[in-house]
């Protein structure tokens, strides 16, 4: 077993911490290290032969690690080289042909990897040695060019890095170059020359110069720049006086040496040699930049913990060469330049001091104290102070601070830890938020259901460790919500308040007959008279349904009684008529009609045969009694009793002899429901809570409504018997049957704790010092409710937010700078002045010092780092002074300052002048030695002034301190009603600068109270009452709607869709009650006979009846109601034809009902109606038919029925619902097929089938309100300083509006202005012209100043004028000392000497384009330094011209072309123009120049010629060539007409020759009509005449085929189109 241990390797880059085994990293090392190419060469066996091996190969093993195998060639070679056998050498002395390995691995992949830089630029590839021609001629768009990179392995951990060859085990070395293209070779451009320059001398022969510019440096291998300067000899009219020097002579001064002190005078030599001015190392004689290095120092400081000494600045000398130099470059003896006030050729100076620090302070802990998934290292630093800054020419501080990489890989840290966003539970669903405000006003708001709101908080947590059990809610300690990344959970979301839902019952049933309590059990002669009603929905969130079952008390009841199925007709027993006998068949049924076995009816069963009696003829026939008419009321009373009747009538009349009964005795009366109408029923109150129940037992968890439940328990209610309109009576009188349980089982919910956060850690106190007028601080802590107590569950605690004060820190320490006396001015020492040219007194220029001393509170001297760090920069601690010499002006010391008369005076303060002095003129001067100076009086008055617009109203209430992360949601934003705005006020002096606005207020704003509109709701009225239904019988609709009122305002709520009308409706279907009134008929009356005499009343007649409408289910049938309720289509007829037989005929009894047609109506089936004789005829006359039949017609007999559905409502919410789960009903339709709509009871008892659902479930969508979060704290402001500083807080859209719902408020920002605070900036002006101090020429120094100005924000931008302060308000003098280069070396020549210009300016920004497209996307500018040439004699020691580059932004690309002048005497002039118009040089091809000289061969000797551009001969103007046979020009013809015509035709051949031509014939030849002209050009009238002809031609066709063309009828068509042709032209665009 290897042991292991963390191994911390220290590299450049920082510390690795590698924990790995010993045994392994070390094998690891020796297996890579080993493999080397070469081969080595071991113990050679005597002088001949040794061993030689080869390189070892790869690890091979099994496994990864330390058991791998590598192995290698071993053999025997001679000395010589060649291979022998290995006999020949020593086999003792044989090296190792195999060794263990640590076996290379793919996971080892990921400890290193190869660490690739970018791509180099591309630079031109180097030149073949056989190349010899230029590129740039070969060059058409690009060149070819590499580009190299670097290319190394390092570790992965702290990318350091090792041997290649580890990498290479796993992955190919990627490339070094690859190949690249760069645009063409660039060549210098450069401008045009300037104007020559003034001679150099005024008199005899000088020099001048003209100097250019360069444009565009020369890139990718251009020329390189031409010469930029010229020069040339001129000389003056005017001679030079005899005797005049040839020669001038200057004063130049060299640059200041090292400043040192006296003892180091030993460089000095003898005669009037200055010092060694030879060139050596440069002075730094600027001030540069502080930049700390960000390299390590190994060199060693010196450390110093002392404070200053009185005198620790050293003030030593520097020294300057001066000599006398002439015109022409040579020195020549001073004394022929030097002047009574010569230059100094020394000077007092500040010994350079060095920066010193203090020692480092320990590392700090490492900023990575555990593992995360980035695997990023991390770090640790350390410091140092500065305890002394750098004085005069001293080298800069080094870095103050280091950083170095820390646990790297760090696999013995633990994880870190994880945050999450963690929720408490839902709090109550709200409804109240949800309203408008005309809702609010109006609404019960607890009362209210369906859909709401609810919302729960957000808070942070550290993920807990997963070893840790969790048995109940988890809770964790809440933390800063920034650690937790990534989006917030929601923290609202829609609900649902469940509303009280209506038991819904049907109607009550008709009272059924009288029944014991118990048919099983009767008792007695007491029984129950029931009705009954259905639930047809269940309610919920409401008391139990009401009763559903009504007893009334009645005597005499009967549970089973026998019923008559079937009685035949009367069969006599002698002959047909008399006595006889029938038959009939009864059933035991019960009260539902429903058989039942025999035995249970208590009464003999009827006797099966029964006598009766047949109508003889003679006798009167009566029918049967018809049956009981329904009971005229279902209880009795004082006033009203039940009554019931059924009637008879005559069938048959009697004989001569024989009579029918009374009417009276055709109709029975009897009573019915005699009992009292007394109604009893048993009324059960609401279950009570659920109880323990120990007697019940319920294993496990269950659930009830939801809730986790614990035990089982029990419900218990009343029952109490109630009498109608009276109140509870004793149970016995209610049916026992009805009873309602009283007790129910019910599962217990459980208990539920309040569950709470830990407290969260304590806020951090102040770490550092307080001030002494600061301040307490506090510190707090808080914890979250996640969970409410339910169920009798503990109570939350009453403390959720803790508050403390922070532990009294030490008080900041006071330290500040202590200054001593300045010490007399210092001059340079006299040991340095003797043997000085020029020294004669101690006087002039000096430096003074003072010391500056650190001290606390009680004056004791502490370290300089303290006071670097409390007090601020160093004060000076030297100053320049001057010592007077003999010949200075002398004054004495300033008086004191007058007095003020006010703000806007002046001040003044006087010296007068002392000694010798007041006799000098030149110190009489006021202009050089002023004697008054004044300053204006210091103000203390301040005027403030507003600037800037008002802000937007911002309300007063502010966002909550401290508030936790999340959003409770708990109350909703007040976006209106009073608050402030705001305004900046600057506060000025009475110089109008910007000054500390607490001198003019304590806030430095303006306030004023306004008002921001709240935002007002779409109002509607109410809701109108219902209309009636739209149907009277069957399924339609009831509307009711609501208007506008006021439309919504800033923001409110928006009305939903409205009509034209400005209404919306709302529609629901309804029911008309079809069988609401029915149609009740009275008996028929005796059938009427019409007789005139007294002959007997037989035959036909009419009777008649009584019809009523009435409501149905009414107890009282009597009342009738208006009779236009009744269906009108239904009425039964009142009178109807009867029949009558006479005493001898046949009577038949009435007829029984229809028999009924099947269903669905077959037409082709016939029903049956049927009657039987009740009295014979005398003779055999016969009797009538005893049955009828007819077809069943549909819609006439018989009709069809089937269910229509009407269409879905509106989702419909509880009454006390504005959103949410609602329901959407549709009504059923029974359809008769004639179309009429009938009850549904008709098709209920048709059993049609019904697959449509009448109800559905629905979501109305609740109006949520934009919610938004808290507004956060206000921010620091924008600006420090100036005019342009604001303050802004916001607030987050946490839910956006839905539906009608409030949209968001604009306003999700709030900005105020800033305090105007002046800002103060270090003001560097422009570069002073160069100065020599105290010569003509030689080495100076260019000065610029660094003030402390006061200015707003948008300086220097801004026209607002800036004002310079004191440098204290600036801050930090270190950066006015140190960092910004306030000094510039610089040079003026001396006459004759040869120098540079200054530089030019910089060119405009160009771009390298490739066909007019930009190649790079950073353009350069270029300037340059010219050489000007003086003296011809010194032009061997001109400096060489320079120019520079830069990179700009928004650059154009150029193009260049050649362009030339006219033709001169064969001379031209050619130059390259850039593209936008500049002459340059360089930038045209030089191959593509045009010629600036034309020459022509032969050479042109003819008369009038010369020699053309295209190198022939031609002719001047006005001449006309006359060409030879070989084309080349002949002679040259006066052209006839010149004047105005150019002749340019050329003949081939010369056949007349000048002369020989008489006036006749130079008459004829210019106006005869000769169709050739002198030079053999065809004349114009020839052109003429020849057009002329052919459109005569043409019109003569024309007329001919007019006039001969026959007639015919004309036909409308359209012209051909004819094809397109494109002529081409050579154009490549064709």
């Not at 640059?255 to 005669?271: F, V």
């Not at 708001?445 to 807990?464: E, K």
């Not at 479930?1257 to 100036?1282: A, K, M, Q, R």
């Not at 000007?1428 to 690309?1453: A, I, M, Y």
């Amino acid at each position: 077993m290897s042991i292991g241990w963390t191994m911390i390797l220290k590299d450049d880059c920082g510390v690795t911490g590698w924990k790995w085994h010993v045994g392994n990293y070390l094998l690891l090392s020796v297996s890579l290290i080993a493999m080397q190419v070469q081969s080595d060469l071991e113990f050679p066996k005597h002088r001949h032969y040794m061993w030689k091996t080869g390189q070892w190969g790869r690890c091979i093993g099994e496994e990864c690690g330390t058991g791998g195998v590598q192995s290698r060639t071993v053999w025997c070679i001679h000395t010589e080289g060649w291979t022998t056998h290995h006999t020949n050498c020593r086999h003792a002395d044989k090296p190792e042909s195999q060794r263990p390995c640590f076996k290379v691995c793919e996971w080892h992949q990921d400890l290193f990897e190869w660490d690739v830089s970018e791509w180099a630029l591309c630079v031109l590839a180097p030149f073949q040695s056989n190349e010899l021609r230029l590129r740039t001629s070969e060059c058409i768009t690009a060149q070819h060019g590499i580009q190299r990179r670097k290319v190394h392995c390092v570790r992965t951990s702290n990318r350091t890095a090792v041997t290649e060859r580890i990498c290479d085990f796993f992955s190919p070395r990627p490339a070094l170059e690859q190949a690249c293209l760069i645009p063409c070779p660039h060549d210098c451009v450069v401008s045009d020359f300037s104007a020559w320059s003034g001679c150099s001398r005024t008199c005899g022969s000088g020099l001048q110069h003209q100097t250019r510019h360069v444009l565009a440096a020369p890139m990718y291998g251009g020329a390189n720049c031409p010469n930029l300067t010229q020069t040339r000899t001129c000389a003056n009219l005017l001679s030079c006086p005899v005797g005049e020097s040839e020669h001038q002579y200057s004063l130049k001064v060299g640059s200041w040496s090292e400043c040192r002190q006296p003892q180091h005078k030993g460089l000095w030599m003898g005669g009037r040699t200055m010092l060694d001015f030879s060139t050596g190392e440069t002075e730094r004689n600027m001030v540069k930049r502080h930049i700390q290095s960000s390299q390590h120092h190994h060199h060693r400081l010196h450390h110093h913990h002392h404070g200053l000494k009185g005198l620790d600045v050293e003030i030593g000398y520097q020294t300057r060469q001066v000599r006398c130099v002439r015109s022409d470059g040579k020195n020549a003896m001073l004394s022929l330049c030097t002047l009574d006030n010569g230059p100094g050729t020394f000077q007092s100076c500040i010994m350079p001091r060095d920066c010193e620090t203090s020692d480092w302070s320990a590392w700090s802990p490492c900023s990575k104290t555990c593992r995360a998934s980035d695997m990023s290292p991390g770090f640790r630093v350390r410091s140092r102070s500065i305890t002394q800054n750098p004085i005069g020419q001293g080298k800069d501080c080094p870095t103050l601070e280091e950083k170095e990489a820390c646990n790297i890989i760090g696999d013995l840290l633990p994880n870190c830890p994880r945050y999450i966003w963690k929720n408490t539970d839902w709090g109550d669903c709200q409804v109240a938020p949800l309203l408008s405000q005309q809702d609010r006003r109006l609404n019960n708001v607890s009362v209210l259901c369906g859909g709401g709101i609810q919302t729960r908080q957000l808070y942070c947590v550290q993920v807990p460790d997963n070893s840790t059990p969790h048995h109940r809610k988890e809770v964790s300690r809440p933390v800063s919500g920034h650690l937790c990344a990534g989006d917030l959970p929601s923290a609202v979301q829609p609900c649902s308040k469940p509303c009280p839902q209506q038991c819904l019952l049907s109607s009550w049933s008709s009272w059924g007959a009288c029944l014991h309590d118990n048919c099983m059990e009767t008792q007695g002669r007491k029984g129950y008279r029931q009705r009954k009603r259905e639930v047809l929905e269940e309610g919920s969130g409401t008391d139990n349904c009401a009763h559903l079952l009504e007893s009334m008390p009645c005597e005499e009841p009967v549970c089973f009684q026998w019923q008559l199925q079937f009685e035949s007709a009367c069969v006599p027993s002698n002959g047909n008529c008399g006595n006889g006998t029938r038959t009939q068949i009864a059933a035991c049924v019960n009260s539902q009609g429903q058989f039942i076995p025999e035995d249970l009816c208590e009464d003999d069963p009827p006797p099966k045969v029964v006598f009766c009696e047949m109508a003889c003829p003679g006798d009167c026939v009566l029918s049967s009694w018809s049956d009981w008419s329904s009971c005229s009321h279902s209880c009795s009373s004082k006033n009203s009793e039940g009554r019931q009747s059924r009637t008879r009538t005559v069938l048959g009349l009697p004989g001569e002899d024989k009579t029918c009964p009374a009417a009276t005795a055709l109709e029975e009366w009897r009573t019915c429901n005699d009992h009292p109408c007394i109604i009893f029923y048993w009324e059960a109150s609401s279950w009570g809570p659920c109880i323990e129940d120990s007697s019940m037992n319920v294993n496990g968890t269950g659930y009830w409504n939801g809730t986790d439940t614990c035990d089982a328990g029990v419900q218990i209610r009343k029952v109490v018997c109630m009498k109608m309109g009276v109140g509870p009576v004793v149970p016995k009188r209610c049916p026992d049957s009805a009873r309602p349980d009283t007790f129910r089982p019910c599962l217990l919910p459980c208990k539920k704790d309040c569950v709470v956060t830990l407290f969260s850690e304590w806020t951090a106190c102040p770490t550092t010092c307080l001030p002494g007028n600061g301040t307490a601080h506090t510190q707090s802590r808080y914890r979250i409710i996640i969970q409410l107590p339910v169920n009798g569950g503990q109570e939350c605690p009453d403390t959720l937010y803790e508050e403390r004060e922070c532990e009294a820190l030490s008080v900041c320490p006071t330290f500040r700078w202590k200054t001593h006396q300045w010490h007399p001015c210092t001059l340079v020492p006299d040991s340095v002045l003797k043997g000085m040219t020029g020294a004669t007194e101690s006087c002039g220029k000096g430096l003074e010092m003072r010391g500056v001393s650190c001290v606390d509170e009680y004056d004791e001297v502490a370290a300089v780092s303290e006071c670097l760090r409390w007090a601020g920069p160093m004060p000076s601690r030297f100053r320049s002074c001057w010592v007077p010499c003999r010949d200075d002006c002398t004054f004495n010391a300033w008086s004191e300052f007058t007095e003020c008369t006010g703000c806007g005076s002046r001040r003044t303060r006087k010296r007068t002048l002392t000694g010798r002095s007041r006799k000098q003129d030149r110190c009489q001067k006021e202009d050089l030695y002023p004697l008054v100076e004044s300053e204006p009086c210091p103000c203390d008055e301040f005027v403030s002034r507003p600037y800037g617009n008002w802000s937007a109203c911002i309300l007063l209430e502010t966002p909550e301190q401290g508030s936790l992360q999340g959003w409770r949601g708990r109350r909703e934003a007040r976006d209106c009603g009073q608050g402030l705005r705001y305004q900046a006020v600057a506060c000025l002096d009475q110089q109008n600068q910007l000054v500390n606005p607490d001198l003019c207020s304590e806030t430095g704003l303006a306030e004023e109270v306004c008002h921001m509109p709240c935002p007002l709701d779409c109002k509607l009225s109410d809701w109108s009452a219902w209309s009636t239904c739209s149907a009277p019988c069957g399924s339609g609709l009831k509307i009711r709607s609501k208007w506008l009122r006021e439309k919504p305002f800033n923001g409110g709520r928006p009305c939903p869709k409205l009509d034209l009308k400005n209404q919306v409706y709302e529609a629901v279907p309804c029911r008309g009650e079809c069988g609401q009134y029915e149609w009740v008929t009275d008996p028929w009356s005796v059938c009427t006979i019409n007789t005139v005499d007294k002959l007997p009343a037989c035959g036909e007649g009419v009777q008649s009846r009584k019809i009523r409408c009435v409501r149905r289910g009414g107890g009282d049938q009597d009342s009738g109601v208006n009779e236009t309720l009744c269906d009108q289509d239904e009425i039964p007829p009142q009178a109807q034809t009867c029949t009558l037989p006479c005493p001898n005929k046949c009577v038949m009894s009435q007829w029984s009902q229809w028999s009924t047609c099947p269903r669905p109506c077959d037409e082709s089936v016939v029903r049956m109606r049927t009657r039987h004789m009740v009295r014979p005829p005398v003779d055999d006359s016969g009797c009538p038919k005893s049955n009828q039949t007819e077809t069943c017609i549909l819609n006439s007999t018989c009709f069809n029925y089937y269910y229509s559905v009407s269409n879905w409502s509106t989702c419909q919410l509880s009454e006390h619902a504005i959103c949410g789960q609602g329901t959407r009903t549709r009504l059923l339709d029974c359809i008769r097929s004639d179309g009429k709509i009938v009850d549904l009871s008709v098709c209920e008892e048709l059993g049609l089938p019904q697959p449509w659902r009448l109800t559905m479930n629905c979501v109305v969508h609740c109006p949520f309100n934009c919610i938004l979060s808290d507004w956060s704290s206000w921010t620091e402001c924008s600006h420090t300083c100036g005019s342009k500083g604001v303050m802004t807080n916001s607030r987050t859209v946490l839910q956006q509006a839905h539906e009608e719902g409030r949209p968001c408020a604009s306003q999700l920002s709030q900005t105020k202005p800033c305090p105007i605070s002046p800002c103060y900036t270090w003001l560097l002006s422009d570069w002073s012209s160069c100065r020599v101090e105290g010569a003509e020429c030689g080495e100076g120094r260019r000065e610029r100043n660094l003030t402390c100005v006061v200015h707003w924000t948008d300086w220097p931008d801004s026209s607002q004028p800036h004002k310079a302060v004191e440098d204290e308000k600036c801050g930090d003098r270190v950066r006015k000392e140190s960092e910004q280069e306030l000094l510039q070396p610089c040079s003026v020549p001396c006459p004759g000497d040869c120098h540079l210009t200054d530089w030019s300016s910089w060119s405009s920004c160009q771009l390298t384009c490739l066909e007019g497209r930009s190649f790079e996307t950073v353009g350069r500018q270029a300037r340059s330094r010219a050489v000007v040439v003086q003296v011809l004699e010194n032009q061997d020691s001109c400096p060489p011209q320079v120019f520079e580059t830069r990179p700009c932004k928004g650059g154009k690309c150029h193009s260049y072309e050649w362009r030339t002048s006219a033709w001169n005497e064969n001379e031209r002039s050619v130059w390259c123009q850039r593209s936008d118009g500049v002459n340059v040089t360089g930038g045209c091809f030089p191959q593509h120049r045009p010629t600036t000289v034309r020459h022509c061969h032969p050479p042109c000797t003819k008369p009038f010629s010369n020699c053309k551009q295209s190198g022939v001969c031609g002719c001047e103007r006005g001449y006309t060539e006359v060409m030879n046979t070989h084309g080349f020009l002949d002679y040259c013809t006066k052209t006839p007409g010149a004047d105005n015509k150019k002749a340019d035709v050329k003949t081939s051949s010369g056949r007349l020759k000048p002369g020989g031509t008489t006036q006749i014939q130079d008459f004829f030849g210019e106006w005869s009509l000769q169709p050739l002209g002198p030079d053999g050009r065809i004349k114009l009238w020839v052109y003429g005449f020849t057009a002329g002809g052919f459109i005569l031609i043409l019109f003569i066709i024309a007329m001919a085929f007019l006039f001969c063309k026959p007639t015919k009828q004309s036909k409308s068509t359209s012209p051909p189109q004819k094809p397109l042709t494109l002529a081409y032209d050579g154009d490549v665009d064709m």
